[in-house]
Structures are given as C-alpha cells and as structure tokens.
C-alpha cells in the first residue's frame, strides 16, 4: 500500500463529505415554510422575525448562505443549537463519547458471540447445534431491534427488575469525567459501586445493539470457518497430532479471520443506524437520540451537524476497513 | 437454468419453503382481513382499556380498547403494501441508473456512482429520518424516503452485473450487428441482470418493512389511528409495565414478514445465483 494510495482515498473521502454537506444543505432548505416562524412560532411579530432572518443570514442569497455554511464548518464550527443555545460541536461531543461507549459495548458482545456461534456451528457442519445457531443467527437479521429492546426491558427491568431500564448510570452516583466513557471513568477513579452501575446500564441496551451484527458475524464466521477447515494445512495439522481446539483456533479461525474483520468493520456502521432506536429506547444520552429529539424540536442546526458527523464516522470507517484489510492480507494488491 | 429446474430447486429449498409460508400467510391475513378480524381496528371501546390477553380478545386490547389482533391483522395490509411500494420506489430508478453507469461507463458511471456514494455515505435509517422529517411524517412520505434510501444498492448490483455483461461474445456480437444500445440494453442485458435483482429485491422487502416500522415506532411513519406495526409498538412502549402485550404482538408479526422475506430471499439466491450459495 502506498501513500498516493491513501491520499487518494483521502482525496475521494473529502470529495464526498463536500457533496454530504452540499445535499444536507438543500435538503434543510427544502423544509417547507419560513425557518424564522418555524422557531418563533406563529404569535412572533414581523421585527422578531425579521430580526432572526438576519441573524440566522436567512435574507442573504443561497449562494452567500451555503459559502458561509461551508467555512463555519471548515472551522469546527456547526453552528448554535436553538433549544439549548449552546454550540452544537460541544453537545454532538459529549453524546458522540456515550454512542462510542455503547457501539463499543455492542461490538465486543457481537464479536465474541458471533464468532463462538459461527465456529461451533461450523466445527458441528449439519448438527442440531450448526441448524440451532444459524437460525438464530436469520431470526437476529430479522430482529425488529426497538422491538427486541422493549421486550428486554419488560423481562428484565419490569418483570424481573434485575436491570436499569434507562440511563448511563444510577442517581446519586458520579465518576469524574476524564474520557467520557463511564465504564473507562469508573476504573479509572477505582469506583466499583458506580463501575457496576454503569456496566448493569450498558447491558440491555449493548445487548439490543448487537443482536443484528452477531448473527451477520456469526453466518460469516461459519462460511468461512467452513472454507478454511477443509484447506490441506488444516488436515495436515490434525495429521501432526494436534488437538482439535488448537487445529481450530490456531490453524483455522486465524485464516478465517479477514472476511470477520471486514464485516466487523462494516458493522460499525450499521451499529450507528442502530444506536438511533437503541438510544431512543433507552434513553441513552447519545448522539442517535439527539438527533431524533433535534428533529421533533426542529433543531436544524443540531440536525445537520449530527448527520454531518454521522457520514463523516461511516466514510472514515469503510476507509479504516479497506486500509485494514489490506494490510492484514499481503496477498491483496490495491488496484491504483 | 430453466424455470422448472428453478422451481424444482426451489421446492427443495426448505429455507424457501418456511419463507414462502410465513409470507403467504401474511398475504392471507392481509387479503382477508376484513372477513377474519374479530372487531373493527379502529372503533375505540374505553370500558375495556389494555385488557390482557383472554377467549374474546386474543391479543388483549390497547389504550383505546381497540382489539389488538384486529389492528395486527390489517396492519398486515399496510406493512405488505410499505414492502412493495418501497421496493418498487428503489429498484426502478437503481435499475436504470445501473444499466446507464454500467453501460456507458466513464463519465456517466463517475457522475452516477459518486451520487450514490453520497447517498451511501448516511447510515440508512438517518437518511430515512431526514427525508422523512422534510416531507412531514406520513405513510406515504416512509414508503418514499425507504425506498430513496435503497436506490444505491440496486444501482450496485445492476451495475456490477451489466460491466460483466458488457464485455460478453453475445453482447458484442449484437453490437457489431448494428443493435442499438437502447436494444441491447433493454432485450439483452436487463433480462440477463434479472436473478440478482430478484434476490435483493426480495430480501429488500423485508428491509423496507424493518425501516418503515422503526420509522413508525419514532413517530414519523404512520400515524394514529392507522394501525401500522411501528406505529402500534410506539404506542406499546409507553405501556411497557401495564400491558406489555400492546408491544409483543406488533412486533412479533413485524418479525415474522421480515423472517419469510429473509428465509425466501436466501432460498432464491441459492437457486438463481449458485456462485453466492452458502454452505
């Protein structure tokens, strides 16, 4: 892999964010209506209003409007949301850290028991184990997730209140806030009582965020398992005498692994999707719940920030996976 | 493959079979809803409000006292209705912007695909929130915004089906004949593209009736009283603790259409396109 080719994808990824913003841009200004009355309400007199426009540059022509849109976001700067006044930046920061908190949770339970589900039904190909786990797997594609959320909650917060239902943490317990992540914050700060508390309020909700990436996990790790355990190596391990687990998770799952590694990669960006319902369900503070409330607030700066940064994460993402993937198989040359 | 090899395959198919089943029985239940449900969905009856499931209501009854297994029926319409719509909004222009970018190439296909990457670069139900948010929540504006959403992926496919078409003997050889590329287009490479499209096309159903019920369920889909499955799980929610059937039996028939859809989608993708069959 070479530089140009990563100044490249650069090149196309800064591309694309331009277009992003140039379509969210016009999509905002397509909403039907007058912005100014939208946010004052219909009782504003025509001096608020006239005041808002200028104020929110509403009176200047599109292009003047978009060329000062596109330099504020250039500088980091998208803008003040109208709920709270406060920059947008600032607040999208603090809900990304909690959406990051409960896509990581999310990846890690997707990882491991996609891939112990994939593995085993792989290793027991056509067993009740191999049909049991790949119909759980098609049942988890097909999961409704705000639907599989609410039936969590009710069996294990309503009916069995072993769990929080909402929230990142308990009332009355605090960590300091040194990365954001409460889990990571707690450990740090050696506070167990509140390092519990926001593990048990990461559990529902990491839970109903990674049903749909562990079973897209788990059907992967099994067709590729499946194509790795019949490969010569793998037969002449076993005839050297190794044991079954060590011929599996050494010599098999290791070269099983890159098909897993792309999908993991890809997931994260469906894990964003998810965070939108998952967040909304919980209530977790998160960037995918601030977005719906910016939206029903008609919040449009908060609005276009949030999806700005949402396409930025995605692009950067499918960028990381493609720059992973081939530097973990020397086998794969890019194509420039 | 000839269309009887095909449905003999597909018969075969127990993944395709339990996926046609789930689906006709929802057809079923969408087509005669007004002859097997139990009660009007709509007619509101306050005296027996969130009643758990029983001999005369068996689903139990929501907020209104509306009968729940009548609403999860005709919601079966709707959400049929949402599937097709969305599907056809997407595949129609994601075919030909396929055709075209895959036909054409060069500056065409740059012009086309960076548009779709654009699109691609939202995650899917954001960008159906945003459309959605711009044209005012309706049923309608979902079916819209689902399927705009969906357009890249058929452009893709199309697309990755048409450059390996394009460079076929049979394809040329029209060509030097003197046929046009609307002709070529049109008779030979679209009829030859159809198996994928088929496979996504059935797979996205389901995907489109997932996003237009979350859609629902976040109060931008359709709204009360249309007894839509979202929307009904939106008002299931906040009787968690009281009645949670107002929540379970929405949802569990949202699973069961998306499931069919899935199992079908997977057993015809065995059938129409071997080189993707999975082990």
């Given at each position: 892999m070479t530089l140009g080719y990563i100044s490249k994808r650069l090149f196309h990824l800064a591309l694309i964010m331009f277009g992003v913003s140039v379509v969210v841009f016009l999509m905002l200004r397509m909403i039907p209506g007058d912005p100014a009355q939208l946010l004052l309400g219909e009782f504003a007199s025509p001096e608020e209003l006239e005041r808002l426009r200028e104020q929110l540059g509403l009176n200047q022509s599109l292009f003047t409007q978009f060329w000062i849109y596109i330099s504020n976001i250039v500088q980091g700067d998208l803008g003040h949301s109208v709920?709270?006044?406060?920059?947008v930046t600032g607040e999208i920061w603090v809900r990304l850290i909690a959406t990051l908190e409960l896509s990581l949770a999310a990846m890690c339970i997707a990882t491991v028991f996609g891939i112990a589900a994939g593995v085993l039904s792989a290793v027991k190909q056509y067993s009740l184990w191999d049909y049991g786990a790949m119909f759980m797997a098609l049942v988890g594609v097909s999961m409704p997730i705000f639907w599989l959320g609410l039936m969590l909650i009710y069996l294990?917060?309503?009916?069995?209140?072993?769990?929080?239902?909402?929230?990142?943490i308990s009332l009355g317990l605090e960590v300091p806030d040194v990365t954001g992540l409460m889990v990571v914050d707690a450990v740090v700060a050696g506070n167990w009582q509140s390092l519990v508390s926001a593990l048990k309020h990461l559990i529902l909700p990491a839970f109903t965020l990674a049903t749909i990436p562990m079973a897209i996990v788990a059907r992967i790790t099994r067709s590729a398992m499946l194509e790795v355990l019949n490969m010569d190596y793998v037969r002449t391990a076993r005839a050297k005498g190794m044991t079954e687990l060590v011929v599996i998770l050494r010599h098999a799952l290791r070269n099983a692994f890159l098909p897993v590694v792309t999908v993991l990669g890809l997931n994260l960006g469906l894990l964003l999707g998810g965070a939108v319902l998952t967040e909304t369900i919980f209530s977790w503070p998160g960037l995918g719940r601030y977005v719906v409330d910016s939206l029903s607030g008609r919040d449009y700066a908060a609005v276009q920030g949030c999806i700005l940064v949402f396409a930025l994460l995605m692009a950067a993402i499918n960028l990381a996976v493609d720059l992973i993937y081939v530097l973990l198989d020397p086998r794969i040359r890019v194509n420039e | 493959m000839s269309k009887l090899d095909m449905f003999t395959d597909l018969r075969k198919s127990t993944s395709a079979l339990t996926g046609l089943v789930l689906i006709c029985l929802i057809v079923l239940l969408a087509l005669f809803g007004p002859w097997i449900a139990p009660a009007d969905p709509l007619l509101p009856s306050p005296l027996i409000r969130l009643q758990g499931p029983s001999a005369q209501h068996l689903f139990g009854t929501d907020s209104l006292g509306r009968d729940m297994l009548s609403r999860v029926i005709f919601g079966a319409r709707i959400s049929l209705m949402i599937g097709i719509i969305s599907v056809t909004i997407s595949l129609i222009p994601g075919t030909i912007l396929g055709l075209l970018s895959g036909y054409f190439g060069k500056r065409i296909d740059s012009i086309i695909m960076r548009c779709m990457d654009m699109l691609l670069a939202f995650p899917a139900i954001l960008l159906a929130i945003f459309i959605t948010a711009i044209l005012e929540p309706s049923l309608t504006n979902t079916m819209v915004a689902v399927g705009i959403v969906y357009i890249p992926h058929y452009a893709r496919i199309v697309r990755s089906s048409v450059l390996s078409l394009k460079g076929m003997l049979f394809v040329q050889a029209i060509s030097h004949l003197g046929g046009g590329h609307l002709r070529i287009l049109l008779k030979h490479i679209l009829p030859n593209c159809l198996p994928p499209i088929i496979v996504y096309a059935t797979l996205g159903m389901g995907t489109a009736v997932l996003q237009a019920a979350a859609l629902g369920f976040l109060g931008l889909g359709a709204q009360p009283p249309s007894p839509e499955w979202g929307a009904m799980l939106s008002e299931g929610r906040q009787y968690i603790q009281l009645a949670p059937h107002v929540a379970a039996f929405p949802g569990a028939a949202i699973l069961i259409l998306v499931l069919g859809f899935n199992l079908f989608g997977d057993g015809l993708r065995d059938v129409l396109d071997p080189s993707l069959r999975s082990q």
């Amino acid at each position: 892999m070479t530089l140009g080719y990563i100044s490249k994808r650069l090149f196309h990824l800064a591309l694309i964010m331009f277009g992003v913003s140039v379509v969210v841009f016009l999509m905002l200004r397509m909403i039907p209506g007058d912005p100014a009355q939208l946010l004052l309400g219909e009782f504003a007199s025509p001096e608020e209003l006239e005041r808002l426009r200028e104020q929110l540059g509403l009176n200047q022509s599109l292009f003047t409007q978009f060329w000062i849109y596109i330099s504020n976001i250039v500088q980091g700067d998208l803008g003040h949301s109208v709920r709270t006044n406060a920059p947008v930046t600032g607040e999208i920061w603090v809900r990304l850290i909690a959406t990051l908190e409960l896509s990581l949770a999310a990846m890690c339970i997707a990882t491991v028991f996609g891939i112990a589900a994939g593995v085993l039904s792989a290793v027991k190909q056509y067993s009740l184990w191999d049909y049991g786990a790949m119909f759980m797997a098609l049942v988890g594609v097909s999961m409704p997730i705000f639907w599989l959320g609410l039936m969590l909650i009710y069996l294990f917060a309503v009916k069995y209140p072993v769990l929080p239902m909402m929230g990142r943490i308990s009332l009355g317990l605090e960590v300091p806030d040194v990365t954001g992540l409460m889990v990571v914050d707690a450990v740090v700060a050696g506070n167990w009582q509140s390092l519990v508390s926001a593990l048990k309020h990461l559990i529902l909700p990491a839970f109903t965020l990674a049903t749909i990436p562990m079973a897209i996990v788990a059907r992967i790790t099994r067709s590729a398992m499946l194509e790795v355990l019949n490969m010569d190596y793998v037969r002449t391990a076993r005839a050297k005498g190794m044991t079954e687990l060590v011929v599996i998770l050494r010599h098999a799952l290791r070269n099983a692994f890159l098909p897993v590694v792309t999908v993991l990669g890809l997931n994260l960006g469906l894990l964003l999707g998810g965070a939108v319902l998952t967040e909304t369900i919980f209530s977790w503070p998160g960037l995918g719940r601030y977005v719906v409330d910016s939206l029903s607030g008609r919040d449009y700066a908060a609005v276009q920030g949030c999806i700005l940064v949402f396409a930025l994460l995605m692009a950067a993402i499918n960028l990381a996976v493609d720059l992973i993937y081939v530097l973990l198989d020397p086998r794969i040359r890019v194509n420039e | 493959m000839s269309k009887l090899d095909m449905f003999t395959d597909l018969r075969k198919s127990t993944s395709a079979l339990t996926g046609l089943v789930l689906i006709c029985l929802i057809v079923l239940l969408a087509l005669f809803g007004p002859w097997i449900a139990p009660a009007d969905p709509l007619l509101p009856s306050p005296l027996i409000r969130l009643q758990g499931p029983s001999a005369q209501h068996l689903f139990g009854t929501d907020s209104l006292g509306r009968d729940m297994l009548s609403r999860v029926i005709f919601g079966a319409r709707i959400s049929l209705m949402i599937g097709i719509i969305s599907v056809t909004i997407s595949l129609i222009p994601g075919t030909i912007l396929g055709l075209l970018s895959g036909y054409f190439g060069k500056r065409i296909d740059s012009i086309i695909m960076r548009c779709m990457d654009m699109l691609l670069a939202f995650p899917a139900i954001l960008l159906a929130i945003f459309i959605t948010a711009i044209l005012e929540p309706s049923l309608t504006n979902t079916m819209v915004a689902v399927g705009i959403v969906y357009i890249p992926h058929y452009a893709r496919i199309v697309r990755s089906s048409v450059l390996s078409l394009k460079g076929m003997l049979f394809v040329q050889a029209i060509s030097h004949l003197g046929g046009g590329h609307l002709r070529i287009l049109l008779k030979h490479i679209l009829p030859n593209c159809l198996p994928p499209i088929i496979v996504y096309a059935t797979l996205g159903m389901g995907t489109a009736v997932l996003q237009a019920a979350a859609l629902g369920f976040l109060g931008l889909g359709a709204q009360p009283p249309s007894p839509e499955w979202g929307a009904m799980l939106s008002e299931g929610r906040q009787y968690i603790q009281l009645a949670p059937h107002v929540a379970a039996f929405p949802g569990a028939a949202i699973l069961i259409l998306v499931l069919g859809f899935n199992l079908f989608g997977d057993g015809l993708r065995d059938v129409l396109d071997p080189s993707l069959r999975s082990q």
